[in-house]
């Protein structure tokens, strides 16, 4: 499929598990981004990367970990949930030379 | 650090009325860009309009406009003719300059619309 998407879609994890959240892209983006969604913040950056291999904190990045192998891929990891962790994420990706961030479609997160 | 405010947590317009949408923002860049994103029921971020701060010209986009007014650091949407399918949150956001050389968005809390016919 063209575009960008998450996979899962929907995610219920434990307290204390480790979790993926999957990010793939087939525009070749330079850029990618991970955002969390929370009732009265907003969307917050967790991390961000440039190309492959370079990474940076954003605003949130506590209790997150990312890669990027490959620059289609940007995979979010939290190494050990936490319920304060429960929330929508989402991947962004952005062209060099362009302004617009495209999207992908979410991932609703619950850790119980 | 950029900052924007979305005093508005909800709004309310009938079908076919204009409605403005406020957004504020705080930065030392002179360099920057401005966003509106809109998040239906669906979940899914659409992006809107984008006014970049050395634009002359108030953006436009169908029934979308934005009101840039530099000195007063705002960047209001102003939608036109509202329908029923614009009901949705709105998300105002800045285009951040990162030490990386490359840009991050920074965004507001949003406001909710609910158009009724």
């Known amino acids: 499929d063209a575009g960008i998407t998450q996979s899962p879609r929907y995610k219920i994890t434990e307290t204390g598990r480790q979790v993926t959240l999957m990010c793939h892209q087939t525009?070749?983006?330079?850029?990618m981004f991970w955002y969390r969604q929370d009732l009265g913040h907003g969307l917050r950056l967790i991390y961000y990367s440039a190309a492959a291999d370079i990474t940076d904190k954003g605003e949130v990045p506590d209790g997150y970990v990312v890669s990027r192998s490959k620059t289609e891929n940007f995979p979010l990891t939290l190494e050990s949930a936490t319920r304060s962790q429960t929330s929508v994420y989402f991947c962004?990706?952005?062209?060099?030379?362009?302004?617009?961030?495209?999207f992908g479609p979410g991932t609703r997160l619950t850790v119980t | 650090a950029q900052k924007i405010t979305q005093t508005q947590p909800g709004m309310f317009v009938q079908e076919k009325e204009a409605v403005t949408l406020d957004c504020t923002y705080d930065t030392s860049d002179q360099s920057y860009g401005l966003f509106w994103y809109k998040q239906p029921s669906s979940g899914e971020m659409i992006f809107l309009i984008y006014q970049g701060s050395y634009d002359e010209q108030n953006a436009t986009e169908g029934r979308y406009s934005l009101n840039f007014q530099k000195a007063r650091k705002s960047a209001n949407l102003v939608i036109s003719a509202s329908q029923l399918g614009d009901s949705a949150m709105y998300f105002c956001?800045?285009?951040?300059?990162?030490?990386?050389?490359?840009?991050?968005?920074?965004f507001g809390k949003g406001t909710m619309l609910l158009v009724s016919p």
């Open positions: 956001a800045m285009r951040d300059a990162s030490n990386s050389g490359y840009s991050t968005l920074t």
């Open positions: 962004a990706s952005l062209s060099r030379g362009l302004y617009e961030q495209y």
């Open positions: 525009w070749s983006h330079s850029y």
